[in-house]
């Protein structure tokens, strides 16, 4: 990915600029979706289908010949779809014969939408109370491996998700398509899934490109898939063809059988479990008539094994495999993003779902027929489709979903290591001298594994002149030998990982599936190899830690406190799989949180970092103290290391305001930017002074910069403080650089920080970028990482909060996703753009509010802001601030009230509300601000609340809902002791209760039992933590995070008890001889448990689950 970046010597720019001003026309035309930020779009008007194709097939053309040129200037050798000018030949010849169609069924879609029932439009199902408990609903799900007895209930007709991209439901293709055989494969299936399976081809094919369906029985003992079977095949499916196995010949054979009855010009296997989703048939087929020699996958959905709701596993990725033959996937390469509709090209397959012409797959030898049963058969098909001649694609708008089972319920077949056998005869015929590192993984197991007769497929593999393996490696799959080298360097730890808290205890995999979480088990004898598998781990130089007898790694889909700590497949990504393991402290840390327990529940989470804590400290097993103390330059890259940018991009002027700023950190923030960042980029780097009174600021500075820093640095000195907002301005206006960067003057950059923020810009000049945000502390000045991103937002205070990411913001960690509101200080803008919007409202006063009004007209004016992962900045948060307030009124609620004026529409009344009082400030003149969102033409906010920042209203609704209780907790057993907020200590502790409960005298006492299920200090922004689930732990304050966690509790109105989170394992437990407040074992007849609240509505607390904040997952 990277390395094409790099080399991009012919800008397709303009190309790409104009393909999407025409896919944008038909896109506001059909599905009104959001308005194009390209500068270069012309007036919406009407195109026509084939005229948009007729654009699309061009724009093909021309990357085509653009790459074409760029190979030959970069010297690289011609690969993979034969001669340029034959192909560039064909697409223009296609345009202008092959008359292309819309094969979508609307009538049938529109009545899969008026569907009711369960499971209807691929949304989850349930069973009833009594049906889930049930003995039958069990013995379906052992025979089955999923739930049987649910899909039963569910309609064999059923409607799907449509999760196809919009772009998907406009696309044509060719009106003459070869027609299709389906072969599907089964053995011992569930009758509805099957049924379901077939249904699902049935209604959403095209009939005339639908040949048949073979369905091939592998020897199958279950009674209905006999005699009842082949009734209702030969009473309602006459395009269902019945083939049997006399016994069970496996997975490998059985798709072959189908295949050879089969009449279709194409040949399409399917698993017998899925569900195919709408005009899946046409993207499938249509590179196969481009190229015969076209193998196309669908993109595959999760059927969820439980609910049976369908949802996007991702938008495609490419199949790879490592050293061991485990499948791996990695993010789609750049150069095949640039339509989220056309096939893109993958190395290998997933294995189950797959188009192919029959010719072809014939003249490959089909499958290597001495693969037993199952395993190993997508490498062997994916490496001599690659190295025959052919190609392999997936097709984004060709959707299927497949149940994943969470064990496979079927027993061994053969008293022998067939998968073995099969890995070892596709390393022999097709991988040469490369497949000696797959034998380096298990010596002894391969040695003793014979891998029969090659003769035939060596033979086949003469007789094509297929190419070697190596070409495989360096032309189509590259990334393998990068992030899985075929000889794995040493790890930085393996073994155990036993905990300090409690030594006989130690991380297991608990034989949970994937993403399910890990927890603590006694420890095996051996720490170093430890027998028992479940808890083999390898810190590997991936920097993740790897389950040594599996393909799962450590995982933490969130950060917030409390969070567990589960496996998920390894995706060698970083991200969320990213750890290091700290050998002076003991500690697992992962961007600011580290891995923690609870020996007592045996549970296993990530929490703030805390040298402390004793349940954070962890010993491997065996650790190399020389690799971790080289951490920095030993192991894989840093993701954001790999990745290189145009070398096209814009220069910067940086922009430093500063105010009474320490003379160290500021020249800091200066030299770090001078050293990190690429001297062609950086134009100037303007200091400004904003009436400081700070000596060393005036007369010494400038002769500093004078001696020093002359050449790039330069310093602006404004007479008297203005703040902050008007030092940007004077900045900005002097400013010479196409773009502009503001920086705070107590920061320092990180390495690279600058490309990523500017390759947004480049691509599209309406871009506003912001860096990752890292901590430097104020006291030791260490850098800490913040997190790995969140997006911005505010609540109706007008206080500047962050939303959790989207799944599709963490496709790829390496790359910028969209964030409604920046943090405020550091931010790349183009200055076109910048003084488009009119730069900042120059009438908000010296700070505040100023993220707000930038953000909010950044989006509604044609542009979007986003957030880059690969730039990293840190930051010093003071402890306070040492500055007086520079007016004697509020400016900040002037400021809030005048954006929320201009801005906000009929939502700033939900602001004003928050404190009526307050916001009664007169403004200040309008004009000049309405007059510029009259004239860009920009949004109104309510279209920014609904498609910019749509789930703010869950985390933060404009009219607060009601509280759960609130008032003074008053302990039962100790009748005089109530909790008392003790800020000093960030503790909560027990203390002579006030005379009046409801509203306390004394705001130390005074809690809120809010909608959010936490439990907030009405005198601080404080809420009650339980960052240690264990007995006698006591209860801490922590900022209010709004993310549950370690902050979600629960109050029983019979009991009287305070549960920690939704398990009720743990309660509040009262300490009376101590004054603590402490967690205990739920004990209903312990009376210390037992709580009183000033007010309670109680109605709400009954029904806890139903009312307030939707729960996190």
Not at 29 to 42: G, I, M
Not at 252 to 271: C, E, N, T
Not at 707 to 715: A, E, I
Not at 957 to 977: R, Y
Request: hydrophobic share 35%; with cysteine.
């Amino acid at each position: 990915m990277g390395t094409q970046r790099g080399k991009r010597s012919i800008q397709t720019n303009a190309t790409v600029t104009n393909y999407n001003s025409a896919h944008y026309q038909k896109l506001v035309l059909h599905q009104t979706l959001a308005t194009d930020p390209s500068p270069n779009r012309v007036s919406t008007c009407p195109i026509a289908q084939n005229e948009l194709n007729w654009i699309e097939t061009i724009f093909i053309a021309v990357q085509l010949a653009l790459g074409e040129v760029n190979k030959v200037i970069n010297g690289q050798k011609q690969i993979l779809f034969g001669h340029f000018e034959e192909h560039f030949a064909d697409v223009t010849h296609k345009s202008r014969e092959f008359k292309k169609i819309d094969y979508h069924n609307y009538e049938q879609i529109q009545n899969d939408l008026n569907r009711v029932g369960p499971g209807e439009q691929g949304k989850p199902a349930t069973l009833s109370p009594e049906e889930a408990t049930s003995e039958l609903r069990k013995e379906l799900y052992y025979k089955n491996g999923f739930n049987a007895l649910l899909s039963d209930k569910i309609s064999i007709n059923r409607s799907i998700a449509d999760l196809r991209h919009p772009s998907c439901k406009l696309k044509s293709y060719r009106s003459h398509l070869p027609i299709a055989s389906v072969v599907v494969p089964f053995y011992e299936e569930h009758w509805s899934t099957l049924l379901r399976t077939i249904y699902s081809v049935l209604n959403r094919s095209p009939p005339h490109l639908l040949k048949e369906i073979i369905i091939v029985d592998d020897g199958s003992t279950k009674e209905f898939l006999h005699n009842k079977l082949e009734d209702y095949v030969k009473q309602n499916l006459p395009k269902v063809k019945l083939v049997r196995q006399p016994e069970r010949t496996g997975l490998i054979k059985a798709r072959l059988a189908g295949a050879k009855i089969a009449s279709g010009d194409v040949l399409i296997f399917l698993d017998s479990h899925t569900e195919a989703g709408y005009n899946w048939l046409p993207p499938l087929l249509e590179p196969i008539a481009e190229n015969p020699k076209t193998c196309v996958c669908p993109l595959i959905d999760v059927i969820d094994d439980q609910t049976f709701d369908v949802h996007p596993q991702d938008e495609g990725g490419r199949g790879l495999f490592d050293w061991t033959f485990h499948y791996k996937r990695v993010v789609i390469k750049n150069e095949d993003r640039i339509s989220p509709t056309e096939p893109f090209p993958s190395p290998v397959m997933a294995g189950g779902l797959f188009a192919i012409g029959a010719d072809f797959f014939w003249e490959l030898g089909g499958y290597d027929e001495e693969l037993d049963i199952w395993g190993a058969e997508q490498y062997e098909i994916s490496f001599k489709i690659w190295q025959c001649g052919g190609r392999m694609l997936d097709a984004p708008c060709s959707r299927f979903g497949h149940i994943y089972r969470t064990y496979s319920p079927f027993p061994n077949s053969r008293k022998y290591d067939f998968i073995t056998r099969n890995h070892k005869r596709v390393a022999e015929i097709w991988m040469d001298e490369y497949k000696q590192y797959i034998y380096d993984r298990d010596p002894e197991r391969y040695a003793k594994t014979d891998a029969g007769d090659m003769s035939k497929m060596k033979t086949i593999r003469e007789k094509l002149m297929c190419k070697p393996f190596k070409w495989f490696l360096q032309e189509v799959a590259p990334e393998i030998i990068e992030l899985y080298p075929p000889v794995e360097p040493e790890p930085y730890a393996s073994g155990s990982i036993q905990s300090v808290a409690d030594s006989s205890l130690c991380i297991d995999t608990m034989q949970r599936g994937r993403g399910e979480p890990i927890g603590l088990y006694p420890c095996s004898n051996s720490l170093i190899e430890p027998t028992n598998h479940n808890q083999y781990f390898v810190h590997s130089w991936h920097r993740d830690i790897q389950h040594k007898y599996g393909e799962g790694c450590f995982d933490v889909p969130q950060s917030k406190p409390g969070s567990p700590v589960t496996i998920f497949t390894c995706h060698m990504h970083q991200g969320n799989q990213f750890f290091q393991y700290d050998h002076k402290t003991q500690q697992i840390k992962r961007n600011g949180v580290c891995i923690d327990s609870d020996p007592h529940a045996k549970e296993v989470y990530v929490n703030p970092c805390d040298t402390n804590s004793i349940t954070q400290r962890w010993r491997f097993g065996s650790i190399n103290l020389k690799l971790l103390k080289h951490w920095k330059t030993y192991g894989a890259k840093f993701m954001c290391h790999r990745i290189n940018y145009s070398k096209q991009l814009p220069q910067t002027s940086i922009i430093v305001p500063f105010f009474d700023e320490h003379w160290s950190t500021l020249l800091r923030t200066v030299y770090s930017v001078l050293r990190q960042t690429p001297p062609v980029l950086l134009k100037e780097i303007i200091l400004v002074d904003d009436g400081s009174t700070k000596p060393f600021l005036k007369q010494p500075l400038d002769d500093y910069i004078a001696k020093h820093l002359h050449s790039l640095v330069r310093v602006i000195h404004l007479p008297q403080r203005n703040g902050l907002i008007t030092a940007r301005l004077s900045g900005a206006t002097v400013a010479k650089g196409e773009v502009l960067l503001f920086l705070d003057s107590h920061v320092e950059v990180g390495i690279n920080w600058l490309p990523p923020l500017l390759e947004p810009i480049a691509e599209s000049y309406r871009t506003c970028v912001c860096p990752f945000i890292d901590v430097i502390k104020d006291d030791t000045f260490e850098f800490i990482a913040q997190d790995e991103g969140a997006r911005g937002a505010f609540d109706w205070n007008m206080l500047y909060k962050r939303l959790p990411l989207r799944p599709e913001d963490k496709k790829d960690p390496t790359q910028p996703f969209p964030s409604p509101v920046m943090a405020g200080g550091l931010f790349a803008i183009s200055a076109r753009f910048f003084w488009e919007l009119g730069g900042y409202d120059d009438m908000l006063e010296i700070w505040g509010a100023e993220q707000y009004e930038l953000s909010f007209k950044i989006w509604m004016c044609g542009g979007r802001m986003v957030d880059a992962p690969c730039s990293r900045v840190g930051h010093i948060y003071r402890s306070y601030s040492p500055f007086p307030s520079a007016k004697t009124y509020d400016f900040v609620a002037k400021n809030h009230k005048r954006v929320a004026e201009v801005w906000m529409d009929e939502y700033k009344q939900y602001v004003y509300a928050k404190n009526p009082i307050r916001y009664a400030i007169d403004a200040g003149d309008l004009s000049k601000m309405k007059q510029l969102r009259r004239k860009l033409h920009c949004k109104p906010f309510r279209w920014f609340m609904q498609e910019v920042v749509p789930d703010l209203v869950d985390h933060y609704p404009p009219v607060e809902p009601d509280d759960f209780a609130s008032g003074a907790i008053q302990n039962v057993a100790f009748m005089n002791l109530c909790v008392e907020e003790n800020n000093s200590l960030n503790s909560v502790n027990l203390a002579l209760c006030v005379k009046n409960k409801t509203m306390p005298e004394r705001a130390e006492q005074h809690f809120r039992f809010t909608w959010r299920r936490d439990i907030k200090a009405m005198g601080s922004s404080n809420c009650v933590d339980a960052s240690n689930h264990s007995v006698g732990a006591e209860l801490k304050l922590f900022q209010c995070h709004n993310l549950q966690g370690n902050q979600l509790f629960q109050y029983d109105v019979d009991t009287r008890q305070i549960y920690v989170g939704k398990d009720k394992s743990f309660c509040f437990d009262a300490d009376g001889m101590n004054g603590k407040l402490i967690l205990n074992r739920c004990n209903r007849k312990q009376e210390s448990q037992r709580w009183r609240m000033g007010q309670m509505n109680v109605e709400r607390l009954r029904n806890w689950a139903k009312y307030g904040a939707k729960f996190q997952v």
